[in-house]
């Protein structure tokens, strides 16, 4: 019973910044391990970036490692997706989800996502 809302998206130019929010309703958005997952056109949606339920641990794909950093504030019910340097190939429709599984990385492990919200970084 939990509903998402990504937003931030927008389009910029090669090597700026972006910050994408997500934001949850319902009880218990505070005990979910959360992700960020993105879907190019033609491509299959692949995993971006997750975060412990309480923050203290993180991973990131290969690709986004040091250029994007996932946080947290369960407080404000708020996921959150810095995107550094951004690239060509970062172009995607973004998504958080909620885990209910134990693989991080595996879409199918996720109960609940949000609607999305595009980014496109031209060069």
């Known amino acids: 019973q939990v509903q998402l809302v990504e937003s931030g998206g927008g389009s910029v130019q090669a090597g700026d910044s972006l910050r994408l929010s997500c934001a949850a309703s319902?009880?218990?958005?505070?005990?979910?391990?959360m992700g960020w997952f993105r879907q190019a056109p033609g491509k299959e949606r692949g995993f971006v970036a997750a975060?412990?339920?309480?923050?203290?641990?993180?991973l990131y794909a290969d690709s986004v490692k040091d250029r994007f950093t996932i946080s947290r504030d369960n407080a404000k019910n708020t996921v959150y997706l810095q995107m550094n340097s951004l690239k060509p190939e970062d172009t995607a429709v973004y998504y958080c989800?909620?885990?209910?599984?134990?693989?991080?990385?595996?879409?199918?492990?996720?109960?609940?996502w949000g609607q999305g919200t595009q980014v496109t970084v031209s060069s």
């Open positions: 975060i412990s339920w309480t923050g203290g641990t993180t």
């Open positions: 989800g909620t885990n209910v599984g134990s693989n991080w990385k595996q879409l199918s492990d996720y109960g609940y």
């Open positions: 319902g009880r218990t958005f505070g005990h979910y391990d």
